[in-house]
């Protein structure tokens, strides 16, 4: 059996699962794909049990994006994070390479209510906040 992106992709939104939408207030450039104008990223959270779950997506293939979470009217207690992302958008996981690719831990920067960090280009990350 091989753990297919798609799958850590599922497993790691698990902590939104009848979780509590929460307002999320952000601004994202934009840009033309297909004639398409996309959000250069996008970012969703709930609460489920007193823990949030913060998840941002860089739509970008060729741009990082320097992300600053502001958390308000709660506590910053423990935070950690993941991110699902290749070096090629076209990476698959294979018997020969079962895990090409794989979540991997995310370095952020929690002070003062703010998180902060890097998202890859073409890249998943899940913020979890206790």
Do not use: W
């Not at 709660?74 to 090629?88: H, K, P, W």
Request: aromatic content about 6%; some cysteine; overall charge negative.
């Amino acid at each position: 059996m091989v753990l297919t992106p798609t799958y850590h992709l599922f497993r790691m939104m698990k902590g939104h699962m009848d979780g509590e939408l929460l307002d999320v207030d952000y601004t994202s450039d934009t840009y033309t794909a297909k004639e398409v104008e996309t959000p250069e990223y996008s970012v969703s959270a709930s609460e489920k049990d007193g823990v949030m779950t913060v998840s941002c997506v860089n739509t970008r293939l060729d741009k990082k994006q320097e992300i600053t979470l502001e958390i308000r009217d709660r506590n910053v207690g423990a935070v950690s994070a993941e991110i699902l992302s290749s070096d090629d958008m076209h990476d698959a996981n294979t018997f020969e390479e079962p895990e090409k690719v794989k979540p991997a831990a995310l370095e952020v920067t929690a002070e003062d209510g703010k998180i902060s960090f890097t998202l890859p280009e073409a890249s998943v990350a899940v913020i979890t906040i206790k």
